[in-house]
């Protein structure tokens, strides 16, 4: 198993700094949030990109994903969305990241209008992220938050280009359990991102193993050569601890759920 986290929670750090944590605190790579507020964009000019990579790279930490905030389902025109895309998978190419985030969106449509929506934009997309090398994960969110909502999309794209972001706390709240979201996803999953929360109603992001969430099921049916990302919220919830004091306490619970060890055990 491989392990990232997510830089939403730790808004606003330079790269050599989330980067630096990452290697400390024995983090293989980083999701990174691709918004204006931080340090890398699709905005970013081609000098902050090589910048970025050389920061990286010199920590032995690699871009597990860029994360966007395109929704492809969602209503209106589709040139903005697929401009949006492209700008993604270029910022992930830069950045030798295989996978680029995408949520759905389309909560405000019925659900055969919402899936026609994705299904276009992502089939549309898919030779242009394939051309360079990316992969575009629909994540288990909003209006297809569960396993199977996502792979409804997926299985009519049906391309190398795309695939699935599993964000464990969607599908929870969806109803579905890990063993039913993993068999939806199938193929088409391309990592995991875990977090706890201490309900349903509570969602402030808290330590992973200390919540609701059944994270030791969903890391029991992963490969054992995926990906897993922990996406801490911090940006949203800003009384929430600090990300920092938590890595190293979450590396090893999540090692400790790696089949073969006891929860909260370190590896070797």
């Known amino acids: 198993m491989r ?3 997510s830089t939403l929670g730790v808004p606003g750090t330079p790269l050599d700094r989330s980067a630096g944590l990452a290697a400390a605190h024995g983090f293989d790579g980083l999701e990174l949030r691709a918004h204006p507020e931080e340090p890398l964009h699709p905005d970013s000019p081609p000098a902050a990109r090589a910048a970025g990579l050389r920061a990286l ?22 040139e903005p969305v697929l401009a949006a895309l492209r700008g993604l998978v270029r910022l992930a190419s830069d950045l030798e990241a295989p996978y680029v985030r995408v949520f759905p969106g389309g909560a405000e449509l019925p659900s055969a209008a919402a899936d026609d929506n994705a299904v276009r934009r ?15 994960l629909l994540e288990t969110h909003d209006s297809h938050r569960t396993g ?32 039913e979201s993993r068999r939806a996803l ?11 929360v201490a309900s349903a109603r509570e969602l402030t992001p808290i330590g992973l193993g200390t919540g609701v969430l059944p994270l030791a099921e969903a890391v029991a049916v992963l490969p054992s050569d995926g990906w897993v990302c922990w996406e801490y919220e911090k940006r ?10 938590q890595l190293a306490r979450g590396r090893r619970y999540l090692q400790g ?6 929860p909260g055990t370190a590896a070797e």
């Not at 009519?156 to 599993?166: E, F, I, K, N, T």
């Open 3 to 5: 392990y990232a986290f």
């Open 57 to 78: 790279t010199r920590e032995g930490v690699v871009v597990l994903g860029v994360a966007g905030y395109v929704r492809v389902a969602a209503e209106g025109t589709d």
């Open 122 to 136: 992502l089939l549309a997309a898919a030779p242009y992220a394939e051309r360079h090398g990316v992969r575009m």
């Open 148 to 179: 199977a909502a996502a792979a409804r999309v997926l299985d009519r794209v049906a391309r190398a280009g795309a695939g699935a972001l599993w964000d464990v706390l969607h599908t929870w709240l969806g109803g579905e359990t890990p063993a």
């Open 186 to 196: 199938g193929a088409h999953l391309g990592y995991v991102q875990v977090k706890d």
């Open 236 to 245: 949203w919830y800003p009384d929430a601890a600090e990300l920092a004091g």
């Open 257 to 262: 759920l790696e089949p073969g060890r006891a």
